[in-house]
């Protein structure tokens, strides 16, 4: 029994060779852990060392900056705005939502997108606000298509009317001035012919139009079969050579009732159309007598044709007596003028008389008789 259990009995190992193997497995470990944490340290520490170095030498400074789409804004301005030219920027550290805000806080600019590539690389791409017109709510306004400002209005801004004018603030009204400006361009794309130069709404009258020469007042809706009717009265109005003070078409029970003031000339304006009226009527007289003096046959012209040809008949009978006969007159006519002096030259002219002081005294009578 007891051999038995001697036989079965394992060899243990003893405790000192399991320390020396534990403490070597143990080291080997350690050792590799070490490794790696110098190494899992160092890499990120290297990189931030390249990093700082490019950093440093300006590897990361916008040399490139493009803007495009851009009309109303300069390049210069929006540069500017964006703040990538300023001292130590680096585009690897760029914020690119808060450049594109920045852009966005000028004028005109709706969008900005910003596109940086690294290292050196901007690209901006701008849409802007579209103008629509202008507006006037105590205070000038240059909207966009939907109604919104843009931007308070300045002496730099073209001013194309025609301007809405509202009662209230422009941002309660935002639906009204889009509206209003699609009113002028109905009114002018069917053929109205005066210029519009101002459309004002109220919530009491709805929109007015104002022309060059009356004011209309269109109401708030049905605007196509109102516009419809002020071109007939329109036309009727010019027919009879009528200027409208004011047109009232804003009838919500009865759009074919209409009201028409004739605009009173001022007397001035009054004696200046008279005279031009005068001015057109003595024209008109000018031409006329023009054209009769072009039909009738010219008199004169005849007359003085046929003094030529009297002229020319005289001519032709002068021409009939014979040369030789012309000349033997002549030669006669010039013998008998002639002096007869044999030949001989002509006698001396007689001495000059004397002066009336150098002639001899008148003798008297009595002088006379005592000579003898």
Known sequence: MTRNVKQNRKREP??????????????????????????????????????????????????????????RVDDQSIVDASGLKLDGVNLFEVNVNTVEGNIETLPWIKKAKVTITLPDTVDVEI???????????GQLYVVDGEGHAIK????????????????????????????????????????????IQEIHYDDATGY???????????????????????????KILEDKNVIADYILLDSDNALDRIVVKPKTPE????????????????????????TDDSKQPDTAKKAEDAKKVDTKKKGAKKADVKPDKARKQAEEKKSEDAPANDGE????????????????????????????
């Open 267 to 290: 007397p001035e304006m009054a004696r200046e159309t008279a005279e031009s009226d005068k001015s057109k009527e003595d024209a008109k007289a000018e031409e006329a007598k023009k």
């Open 208 to 234: 007015t139009v104002y022309s060059e020469t009356s004011e209309i007042r269109i109401g708030y809706d049905r605007f196509d079969e109102r516009i419809e009717r002020l071109l007939i009265v329109d």
């Open 152 to 195: 308070p209005w300045t002496i730099e801004d073209t001013l194309i009317p025609p301007i809405v004018s509202l009662d209230k603030p422009l941002v309660d009204h935002a639906d009204v001035v889009v509206e209003a400006f699609q009113l002028a361009d109905d009114m002018t794309r069917q053929g109205y012919p005066h210029k």
């Open 127 to 137: 849409v802007e606000h579209q103008p629509l017109g202008i507006v006037n709510d």
């Open 345 to 372: 030259p002509p006698e001396k002219l007689e001495e000059p008389p004397q002066k009336l002081d150098e002639l001899p005294q008148a003798q008297t009578a009595d002088e006379k008789a005592s000579m003898d």
């Open 14 to 71: 003893k405790m000192t060779q399991l320390d020396k193997q534990g403490w070597k497995s143990l080291f080997s470990v350690l050792v590799k852990i070490i490794v790696t944490c110098v190494i899992a340290a160092g890499i990120p520490y290297g990189v931030y060392l390249y990093y700082r170095h490019l950093v440093e030498t300006d590897y990361f400074l916008p040399k490139t900056l493009t803007v495009h789409g851009n009309l």
